[in-house]
């Protein structure tokens, strides 16, 4: 069982940067690829970026490569989405998410999500 906590969410100007954070629970962390996904009001949740058990490969959404990043830090039991040049139609929930072994861009192939936090970009 593993149990996730978004934060750094919040409201930013367009052009802006953030950093969120996921913590997780368990000692079995690293044996976990982690993602970012979003989810706009009145749209589906979508991939935003994924980042395997040891960091070492990652994903990105064409939408926000080159201006997002993605990390972990298996000794914190935390994965981090760094978004720079936010723009305002990036306004949504975002969710971080575990999956054994192997990350996916999938939503359903996710076993444990977090609450989400909230990021609007005001234009």
């Known amino acids: 069982q593993v149990q996730l906590v978004e934060s750094g969410g919040g409201l930013v100007q367009a052009g802006g940067s953030l950093r969120l954070s996921c913590a997780a629970s368990?000692?079995?962390?690293?044996?976990?690829?982690m993602g970012w996904f979003r989810q706009a009001p009145g749209k589906e949740r979508e991939f935003v970026s994924a980042?395997?058990?040891?960091?070492?490969?990652?994903y990105y959404a064409d939408s926000v490569s080159g201006r997002f990043t993605i990390s972990r830090d298996n000794a914190k039991n935390t994965v981090y989405l760094q978004m720079n040049n936010l723009k305002p139609e990036e306004t949504a929930v975002y969710y971080c998410?575990?999956?054994?072994?192997?990350?996916?861009?999938?939503?359903?192939?996710?076993?444990?999500w977090g609450q989400g936090t909230r990021v609007t970009v005001s234009s």
């Open positions: 980042i395997s058990t040891t960091g070492g490969s990652t």
């Open positions: 368990g000692r079995t962390f690293s044996s976990y690829a």
């Open positions: 998410a575990a999956r054994r072994l192997i990350f996916t861009t999938t939503t359903t192939s996710y076993d444990y």
